[in-house]
């Protein structure tokens, strides 16, 4: 089992400009999360989607959007982004919403 | 007010003490407690939950839960170099638009060395 993977891994670019960040998970969980992740900032929730065909707004929404594909992928777009998207994303699934959150490896993004 | 707050670091211990990592949290009505360990460059990595009064014991690792004074604990006991990492607590809310989610805090650095 690969776990949680994300795609890319590195990206930069410029502002103004789009991108998606993919998210697949291969343990059949149910929930799935977004985070975002800056200096001395912890990890903050963007989107998550409790089951497939939902998803809610998290602590820091505003600039993204994300789709629930199907049960495995769960998707992340910035449609303009800013200097202030520049982080570190993960995204992380659970089988229930209130058991253990898995990790993936993480997309380094920095937007000049 | 932060939600959920860790002790300020970075923390650095020598090899074979004991690393204590502390974290408050402001919903009264949480039921969930997680520690997460976090090296470098890495994903977090679930380490520890706790969800009842007490203590918790796995090895070398004790969670210790004060509901009433909303406070959680990590202890590591015979730290090892390998454990030095950023060590972050997550609480799962109950109230509200906290319900269900997990937030969490700043994160602590701990340094072991040799």
């Known amino acids: 089992n690969a776990g949680v993977t994300q795609t890319p891994k590195f990206q930069v670019l410029k502002t103004g400009q789009s991108m998606t960040l993919q998210c697949a998970q291969d343990?059949?969980?149910?929930?799935m999360y977004w985070y975002r992740q800056d200096p001395g900032m912890g990890l903050r929730l963007i989107y998550y989607?409790?089951?497939?065909?939902?998803?809610d707004k998290g602590e820091v929404p505003n600039g993204y959007n994300v789709s629930r594909l199907n049960k495995r992928e769960f998707s992340l777009r910035l449609e303009s982004a800013a200097p202030s998207q520049t982080s570190v994303y993960f995204c992380?699934?659970?089988?229930?919403?209130?058991?253990?959150?898995?990790f993936g490896p993480g997309t380094r993004l920095t937007v000049l | 007010q932060k939600e959920v707050e860790q002790n300020s670091g970075p923390l650095s211990v020598p090899e074979g003490a004991i690393a204590s990592l502390n974290c408050t949290y402001s919903d009264r009505g949480s039921q969930s407690f997680f520690w997460y360990r976090q090296y470098s460059g890495k994903s977090p990595e679930l380490i520890m939950s706790?969800?009842?009064?007490g203590d918790k014991e796995d090895g070398r690792f004790t969670a210790q839960l004060n509901k009433a004074s909303q406070y959680v604990s990590l202890l590591i006991r015979d730290s090892q170099p390998s454990d030095s990492a950023t060590y972050l607590c997550?609480?799962?809310?109950?109230?509200?638009?906290?319900?269900?989610?997990?937030?969490f805090g700043q994160g602590t650095i701990l340094t072991v060395h040799p």
């Open positions: 989607s409790a089951s497939e065909g939902t998803t």
């Open positions: 343990m059949n969980h149910n929930s």
């Open positions: 992380a699934s659970s089988d229930r919403g209130d058991n253990e959150q898995f």
């Open positions: 706790i969800y009842s009064n």
């Open positions: 997550a609480v799962r809310g109950w109230g509200g638009t906290s319900y269900g989610k997990l937030t």
